[in-house]
């Protein structure tokens, strides 16, 4: 978590997100961003289907089990949201090229 939020910290601070995801500039290299959220959501579900359920810390469908999942469920739906506003700028009717090639 630590290492996730050091890395929003360096792009914020460079601009990345004013111009590669909210901006018109386009770089394949912003498809990236989608990975960590993911594996969050992924992470998420493990720790609590198998950190915490299966351990017996929280009962399946508990309030504790739902907050969990929720924050799962709401990292998977945020970086839906990020891959289809990518695909419209990336594919979309627009004159832009790429500015930054894909490495």
Known sequence: ??????????????????DFVFGSKTSSGSYALVCPGVALSVMLQFFANKGLVASGI?????VAYWAVTAIALIAQGLMIALELRLNRQHFGKTDATAVVPAE
């Open 58 to 62: 929280v009962d399946k469908y508990s």
């Open 1 to 18: 978590m630590v290492f996730l939020l050091l890395g929003l910290l360096v792009l914020r601070r460079q601009g990345y997100f004013t």
